[in-house]
C-alpha cells in the first residue's frame, strides 16, 4: 500500500468518527468533493498546509495521518520510515521556493510547536 492511501484511509476514518460527509469536509476545505474523494482514495497528494488545516478540522494531530497504525504488519517500521522521508522531501522541495526569511520563520514555528508540546511557554 503506499503512503498516500495510508494517509487517505486515515482521513476518511477520521472524518467518518466525526460523523461528517465528504460534502461537508469538502467545503471546510474549501475543495470540491471530487478532491477529497481523491485524497482519500490515495490518489492525490495532500501538501503539509491541507494535512494541517484537515487536522485542526477533523481534531486529530498531524501525526495520526503519518504514523502507520497497521498492528498485524511487520513492515510498520518501514512504512513509517517511508512516510516521514516523503514527508521530510515535500518539506524541503516546498522550503526550497521560500525566500531566506520565509524559511527562518517555517523553522521558528517548528521549534515554537515542539515548546508547546513540552509544555514550555514563550
Sequence with gaps: MK????IGQKLQKARE???MSQKDLAKKLGCSQASLSNYELGKRRLYLSDLHRISKILNKPITYFLESQEENTRDNGHISNILNKQFMREILFEANELTPMQR??????IQW????????RR
Design 17 to 19: 468518527e466525526l460523523g
Design 113 to 120: 510547536q515542539k515548546s508547546r508540546q513540552r509544555g514550555d
Design 104 to 109: 527562518r520563520s517555517v523553522l521558528d514555528y
Design 3 to 6: 503512503a498516500y492511501e495510508l
